[in-house]
């Protein structure tokens, strides 16, 4: 047995760990038996020196969930014979769970994806794939610059990364990756390998027939779900093309700063998190994907919008609608796991009381007056499958086991011959029962039992105070150490019958299972499609309701270069915000007058926030999404970037400043006039004048060379002359008064520069001691008592470049050494 394990475990990669079965348990033995024991807190044994653990195979799912959640992977040793003794059992390496192949639904994430994603570079060209194992989902995408594949990259956010182990110089480590055979990336053999897959003479149907490294990666990802998983890929019916091209683009940095997802508060205090009223696990993905590929489509945008008009028209149909999808399960997952083989009784029920749902779904939407062309794709796109969750209704019990082989799923009345059996079986018993009341009068043993185990079969137990009272006719089968074991001829006849009729009810049953699920698989397409158009309703429906709830407004869109938000709020701080009433801003950006904000005020007035809400308010009217404003007019954008305070990225060497021109440098090389710009303190994190330079030639570069609709907050009360010598550049602030040196935030945005910073009495707020704000207050008169920085009327002069050697220059170091003196 040791020698089958071992030829086994070496025809494994080094991180698999092997799960083999031996009778109701699976057991790891050496190293394996180490690291699992480590991972799971399992005991840690020895037998022949060998160190070895298990775990009960009824249970092994969530032990094998902790290790691939600690970042194993596990393949599982099945036994394929029958054990008999004298003979070794004949075992098979059946599959290998990896982060990307769970397929316990308890242990994955229901709102969101879990995909394999492949990389392969092919000449100057960048290709993934994606596969969502679970659901059968798989795409493909290419991008000419590899900044573009990262951002893609970071918003699938993949739980297992496949490279070429020849291409290893070629992708960063953003994620953990594993190196795989690099000839199966190769296009001449990932090709053939696709046709041959998807049964086709070409990928031009599928519209990626000229994607090579797309394909390559495409062929990577599915040998190594084949090959080294072992895992079924027969549900993965079509490879779809992501729509990168006409969607908003957002880079990694600008995702996180806008806590699209995701935030340190966690999911709900992202716009994810804000948004999401969704029913299903179906429709909380496709929201997420929505959020992170927002549209440049005018007109699927306006079609999501008109859904969701209908909607608020009707709100008791709304209502009903949420309802019926409240009862709606993971269908894409579900029959996910039926077509791999997977599926339970229990999954067979599930989705049979989902589609149970679809008549009642299609008759209020057929109700819906209007709706336009999406509500009409949806319901056109819900399938009839009456006949189909008839069947499962008349064939499966109400609470079906977990166990596909022990009998109990089919209801009575639905085989003939299972019936029969089952009646057998149970006459049989009855027997039984009467057979013990007859053998205690007959001898007196009022404590005779007639019981079973798997060894022995049927047996007449007596414990050893009554042994004088056994007839002669019982035969002794067993001693025990308080009582004693006998058959009789008539009870093994009997337990032959009984015995026989269980053994083969329970193989009658499993091949009833069997034919139910092989049914169901020959719909598996039908219901795809099916739950993909749950998934847009359940969207649609929620952010109905939220715009409902908190009266936001339908955005006017077009392909305009105008965006103008009155009384605008921010959706996820408004739905958050403790005590306070959230005030509302508005924001106007055009090409001629207002290209670009210069936004001043002092910390905490609600720069961050104005500025980050105007871009959520954009970013929710570009997936369709009514926005929290009292009006909105949208001209559409193709990108949207955001930076905002950065931090140290010491895994990569990087300093906050660093960071902060990086980020600066991916704005002003992508940017393009129809594109929207959040920045928040440019140049902090440096010196004050190089900080100066370098936010003032970022605002002028925005302004005259990209054109770009900019939100630009600052404390460099400076840029703000920038008003004096450009067109296209305002100044606001945020609202601030004083009263007896405390200051109070207005949270409101009006016209014109703020005249000072207010950062000492902000600091108190802070709670800084107050012998360190008097201290700072003194500090303060002294600077501005003796700093050489020009006074307004000077700085205007700064508008226009000038020569080396300024006068501004020529009097730094005697500023310098002025506040050198000071301290």
């Not at 935030?263 to 994907?289: E, F, Q, W």
């Not at 015995?499 to 009658?508: I, K, N, P, Y």
């Not at 091949?511 to 698989?521: A, I, M, N």
Request: net charge negative; aromatic share 6%.
């Amino acid at each position: 047995m040791m020698d089958q394990y071992l030829r086994m475990k070496k025809g494994l990669p080094e991180d698999v760990l092997l799960f083999f079965r031996l009778g109701d348990f699976y057991e790891m033995f050496f190293e394996d038996a180490k690291e699992a024991s480590a991972i799971l807190g399992l005991t840690l044994t020895k037998r022949h020196g060998i160190p070895m653990c298990g775990v009960p195979h009824h249970s092994a799912e969530g032990y094998i969930g902790r290790l691939v959640k600690g970042g194993k992977r596990v393949a599982i040793a099945e036994q394929t014979t029958i054990p008999q003794p004298g003979k070794l059992v004949e075992r098979e390496l059946t599959r290998v769970i990896s982060a990307g192949t769970l397929a316990d639904m308890n242990l994955l994430d229901s709102s969101r994806h879990n995909y394999i994603v492949a990389l392969y570079k092919d000449k100057k060209r960048f290709g993934l794939a994606c596969v969502d194992h679970t659901t059968g989902e798989f795409s493909v995408a290419q991008f000419e610059h590899m900044d573009l594949l990262l951002d893609e990259l970071s918003r699938i956010n993949p739980s297992e990364l496949l490279v070429s182990d020849e291409q290893t110089d070629c992708f960063p480590g953003t994620h953990p990756t594993l190196y795989y055979d690099g000839y199966t990336f190769l296009p001449s053999t990932a090709i053939p390998n696709l046709l041959n897959h998807f049964r086709v003479h070409s990928l031009d149907g599928f519209g990626c027939g000229e994607m090579t490294a797309a394909l390559g990666a495409s062929g990577a990802v599915l040998h190594y779900l084949g090959y080294q998983l072992r895992r079924p890929t027969d549900h993965l019916r079509r490879i779809s093309v992501r729509a990168t091209e006409n969607a908003v683009l957002i880079d990694q940095a600008s995702q996180r700063n806008l806590d699209l997802v995701d935030s340190r508060g966690g999911v709900k205090l992202s716009l994810l998190g804000t948004l999401d009223r969704t029913s299903t696990p179906m429709g909380a993905r496709k929201l997420r994907d929505w959020l992170l590929h927002p549209l440049c489509d005018l007109e699927k945008l306006l079609a999501r919008q008109e859904v969701i008009a209908v909607l608020l028209q009707e709100p008791y149909l709304m209502s009903k609608l949420r309802e019926s999808l409240k009862n709606v399960r993971d269908m894409e997952r579900l029959t996910g796991r039926i077509s791999q083989g997977a599926g339970n009784a229990r999954d067979l029920q599930a989705l049979a009381s989902s589609l149970a749902r679809i008549p009642a779904l299609r008759d209020d939407l057929e109700s819906l007056p209007g709706g336009g062309d999406m509500l009409e794709s949806i319901r056109s796109r819900m399938g009839c499958f009456d006949e189909l969750v008839d069947l499962l209704q008349r064939a499966l019990v109400d609470e079906p086991p977990v166990t596909i082989k022990e009998g109990g799923i089919i209801r009575e009345g639905y085989h003939a011959g299972l019936d029969e059996l089952r009646l057998a079986s149970r006459d049989g018993k009855e027997w039984l029962a009467r057979l013990q009341e007859k053998e205690r009068k007959r001898t007196g043993i009022d404590s005779l039992k007639i019981r079973f185990n798997n060894v022995f079969g049927y047996y007449i137990e007596v414990t050893k105070s009554h042994y004088d009272k056994v007839p002669p006719d019982y035969q002794r089968k067993q001693t025990l150490v308080n009582a004693e074991r006998f058959i009789t001829p008539e009870l093994k006849q009997m337990e032959n019958t009984i015995l026989g009729a269980d053994e083969r009810s329970r193989q009658v049953e499993y091949e009833q299972f069997l034919l139910l699920r092989e049914e169901v698989g020959r719909h598996i397409d039908d219901i795809q499609i099916t739950a993909d158009a749950m998934a847009d309703l359940d969207v649609l429906l929620g952010l109905a309701e939220g715009a409902q709830q908190y009266r936001y407004c339908r955005p006017v869109l077009d392909n305009s270069m105008t965006l103008r938000i009155v009384n605008g709020r921010h959706p996820v701080i408004e739905q958050n915000v403790s005590g306070d009433v959230f005030v509302p801003n508005d924001a106007f950006l055009e090409p001629e007058e207002n290209r670009l904000i210069l936004l001043t005020g002092p910390n905490m007035a609600g720069k961050s926030t104005y500025i980050r809400q105007v871009a959520l308010i954009t970013l929710m009217a570009q997936i369709g999404a009514y926005v929290p404003a009292e009006s909105a007019h949208i001209g559409l954008v193709d990108r949207i970037f955001c930076r905002v305070g950065a931090s140290d990225d010491l895994a990569r060497g990087q300093s906050t400043f660093m960071v902060e021109m990086s980020e600066t440098s991916l704005i002003l090389n992508n940017a393009t006039e129809r594109s929207l710009i959040i920045l928040d303190e440019i140049g902090r994190g440096t010196a004050t004048f190089d900080g100066l330079s370098i936010a003032w030639a970022v605002a002028e570069y925005l302004h005259d060379e990209l054109k770009s609709r900019t939100l630009f907050a600052t404390h460099y009360h400076e840029l703000t002359d920038l008003a004096n010598s450009r067109q296209g550049v305002q100044n606001y602030n945020v609202a601030v008064r004083e009263w007896k040196e405390e200051i109070v935030f207005l949270r409101k945005i009006v016209p014109g520069a703020a005249d000072k910073s207010y950062g000492i009495q902000v600091a108190r707020l802070a709670g800084m001691p107050a012998v360190i704000v008097d201290r700072a207050k003194a500090i303060l008169s002294h600077l501005e008592m003796n700093s050489t920085r020009p006074r307004r009327k000077e700085r205007s002069r700064l508008a226009e470049p000038r020569a080396k050697n300024t006068d501004m220059e020529d009097d730094m170091p005697a500023g310098e050494y002025a506040q050198l003196e000071l301290f």
